[in-house]
């Protein structure tokens, strides 16, 4: 069995967990101290390492127990969420189709903003993080099948709601 280590297996996934309390708090600044709290438990939980199948799930468990924790708290003070980084368009679009290109996804980040938090979950871990349904399952503590329909969900919700956006504005 692999020897876990904080500073090679824990920190490296600061990322992930601020993505995924950012997503469910949509506050960045509730999301740096989630990181925070769930770094530090998992460095007092440390002596439990070795029985774990993934030292991942178990800190993105706990990054999203508190998310959901904070909001219930914060009685979910909805703001809008500004992407750290945004998909860089092909160097061969002009600044018109750059500009579209960035509203649009910037429409679709607000429609994820939107979606019920199981749903929201599911895209940020599945899409976003590329983590496999097993995972996604572990980490929410749902079924595989309910991650697939979560997931079926949201991505239907967004489909709808961008078309009409592209047809009608909103």
Do not use: H
């Not at 990181?35 to 007092?44: A, R």
């Amino acid at each position: 069995m692999k020897e876990i280590s904080f500073r090679n297996d824990v920190l490296p996934l600061k990322d992930k967990l601020f993505r995924l309390a950012l997503r469910i708090t949509l506050n960045r600044e509730e999301a740096k101290d989630i990181v925070q709290d769930t770094l530090i438990k998992v460095w007092n939980s440390r002596n439990k390492w070795q029985q774990l199948d993934s030292i991942e799930a178990y800190s993105l468990t706990i990054a999203r127990n508190l998310s959901l924790d904070r909001i219930k708290k914060m009685e979910n003070q909805n703001g809008s969420l500004e992407d750290e980084k945004t998909e860089r368009p092909d160097a061969t679009s002009n600044p018109s189709e750059r500009m579209i290109q960035k509203d649009k996804l910037d429409i679709v980040k607000r429609m994820i903003d939107e979606l019920p938090e199981k749903q929201r979950s599911c895209i940020q871990l599945r899409d976003i993080e590329g983590k496999a349904y097993k995972d996604i399952a572990l980490i929410l503590g749902i079924t595989e099948e309910q991650v697939k329909i979560n997931i079926f969900r949201a991505r239907q919700t967004i489909k709808q709601r961008f078309q009409q956006f592209d047809k009608y504005g909103l």
